[in-house]
């Protein structure tokens, strides 16, 4: 059974950093996109960022861009996400989600941590 563990939520101050992991537990092959999600209270969950396993290729939502980085470890199935310059409208729930394809396509989603941008 594959888990997505997620760490590193937490509280911070206008202007700090976080950041946060993904890991994948047990045995997960044919991944093609590891990604962020975001979701504020009363809102829809959207796309902060993903990135391609193979390729690296990344994909940021407009209001985090220049100032969150993805990356992946391969050889841990893990994702990680810099969130530098943090504002208070990036307060949310924050989920993993892996995606691939094994004879069919599937996903798996963390359990979310919760990021709190507040003085």
């Known amino acids: 059974q594959v888990q997505l563990v997620e760490s590193g939520g937490g509280l911070v101050q206008p202007g700090g950093s976080l950041r946060l992991s993904c890991a994948a537990s047990?045995?997960?092959?044919?991944?093609?996109?590891m990604g962020w999600y975001r979701q504020a209270p009363g809102e829809q969950r959207e796309l902060v960022a993903d990135?391609?396993?193979?390729?690296?290729?990344?994909n940021y939502a407009d209001s985090v861009k220049g100032r969150f980085a993805i990356s992946r470890d391969n050889a841990k199935n893990t994702v990680y996400l810099q969130m530098n310059s943090l504002k208070p409208e990036d307060t949310a729930v924050y989920y993993c989600?892996?995606?691939?394809?094994?004879?069919?396509?599937?996903?798996?989603w963390g359990q979310g941590t919760q990021v709190t941008v507040s003085s």
């Open positions: 989600r892996m995606s691939g394809v094994v004879n069919y396509p599937y996903e798996y």
């Open positions: 047990g045995s997960i092959f044919g991944i093609n996109t």
């Open positions: 990135i391609t396993r193979r390729t690296g290729t990344t």
